[in-house]
């Protein structure tokens, strides 16, 4: 069974410190791990796709990066409107079939 | 970039009615469309995947006979809630996946539907 854990549940950060969201994944035939950004009442917002191990991508302060076990956020030099929900999502393909399996995600919020 | 435009936003309904739930890919196809509910802090579950031109795949869990799920064309999938009450309140939200150039395209979501049944 596919399943993604990510940590912490939730992270007060103060406005300019750096810190990073992980994402930890076992999936059998991973095909592609998805960043979003939630806020509250809102649907999610798309980020980032990674697809092979090494893969980084960066938008903003936020640079995702991925490994065969886990993926991390990073978020450098955050401001106030960088808090929200952070969502990690995986798929995979397991007899032919394609899966999407979320984390619970991470709250973050960052103080002025 | 890629929007998923999700109609109603916000919809109130009566116990005991139907209320349909349109989910629109604006600027690609989108071969499957997933269904999500959301409780009120708490991540998203997944209901159902549909494809485009056959029966949705549900959840286990998920009552199919309930929550009716149309994927008529490339970029139009619909969710209809039959015979409401009022535990099926909540927040839900469509995705689509860009099959336009890879089987392996990115998933965006909808801004999402609150339903309140009274």
Request: charged letters at 30%.
């Given at each position: 069974e596919d399943q993604v854990t990510q940590s912490p549940e939730a992270l007060r950060l103060q406005e300019g410190e750096s810190s990073s969201l992980n994402c930890s994944y076992t999936v059998s035939g991973l095909r592609g791990?998805?960043?979003?950004?939630?806020?509250?009442?809102?649907?999610?917002?798309?980020?980032?796709?990674?697809?092979?191990?090494?893969?980084?991508?960066?938008?903003?302060?936020?640079?995702?990066?991925?490994?065969?076990?886990?993926?991390?956020?990073?978020?450098?030099?955050?401001?106030?409107?960088?808090?929200?929900?952070?969502?990690?999502?995986?798929?995979?393909?397991?007899g032919g079939y394609q899966k999407v399996t979320f984390g619970t995600g991470t709250k973050l919020q960052v103080i002025p | 970039g890629a929007v998923v435009s999700q109609h109603p936003s916000r919809v109130i309904c009566k116990s005991g009615t139907s209320v349909k739930i349109e989910c629109r890919s604006l600027?690609?196809?989108a071969t499957t469309m997933f269904w999500y509910r959301q409780f009120p802090k708490q991540s998203l579950m997944l209901m159902a995947t549909s494809n485009e031109g056959s029966k949705a795949t549900y959840e286990q869990g998920v009552e199919k006979d309930k929550f009716l799920i149309n994927h008529a064309s490339l970029t139009l999938s619909t969710l209809t809630v039959t015979s409401a009450h009022p535990e099926d309140s909540s927040f839900y939200i469509c995705s689509a996946r860009d099959s336009t150039t890879a089987l392996d395209g990115t998933i965006y979501f909808g801004e999402g539907s609150w339903l309140t049944v009274v």
């Open positions: 791990l998805f960043w979003y950004r939630q806020d509250p009442g809102k649907g999610p917002e798309f980020l980032f796709t990674l697809y092979s191990a090494g893969e980084e991508k960066e938008k903003e302060r936020l640079k995702a990066t991925l490994t065969k076990k886990e993926s991390f956020l990073h978020i450098t030099a955050p401001k106030p409107e960088d808090s929200a929900t952070y969502l990690c999502a995986v798929r995979s393909n397991s | 600027d690609f196809q």
